[in-house]
């Protein structure tokens, strides 16, 4: 069974940083794409970022230039830094994986963490 931990979320004013990591269960999640999903309240969920096993990134628009995405694979640990946050960032971000890529993704990821809140106040 494999498991992904996100830890790092948290509150911050805007303009503040944060960093997120999520650690994998199995060194076997280094070959899959990995990334960082998010949801507010009432809203549907959103890519954010995602990293291929060899580092082809991808960003959603609205997080490009403010936000970095980067993995680990001697540690199992997949990162985002955030920074310049903005009120419209608070959301759950949730850590996913599969085999393909999940930005755009033809599917919902295979393997998703519990989430972690982040929330910025103006």
């Known amino acids: 069974q494999v498991q992904l931990v996100e830890s790092g979320g948290g509150s911050v004013q805007a303009g503040g940083s944060l960093r997120l990591s999520c650690v994998a269960s199995?060194?076997?999640?280094?070959?899959?794409?990995m990334g960082w999903f998010r949801q507010a309240p009432g809203q549907e969920r959103e890519g954010v970022a995602d990293i291929s096993n060899n580092g082809r990134i991808t960003y959603a628009s609205s997080v490009k230039g403010r936000f970095t995405i980067s993995r680990d694979n001697a540690k199992k640990t997949l990162y985002l830094q955030m920074d310049s946050l903005k009120p419209e960032d608070t959301a759950m971000y949730f850590c996913?994986?599969?085999?393909?890529?999940?930005?755009?993704?033809?599917?919902?990821?295979?393997?998703w963490g519990q989430g972690t809140q982040v929330t910025v106040s103006s």
């Open positions: 996913a994986a599969d085999t393909v890529p999940l930005i755009p993704g033809r599917r919902p990821p295979r393997y």
């Open positions: 199995s060194y076997t999640l280094n070959t899959y794409y």
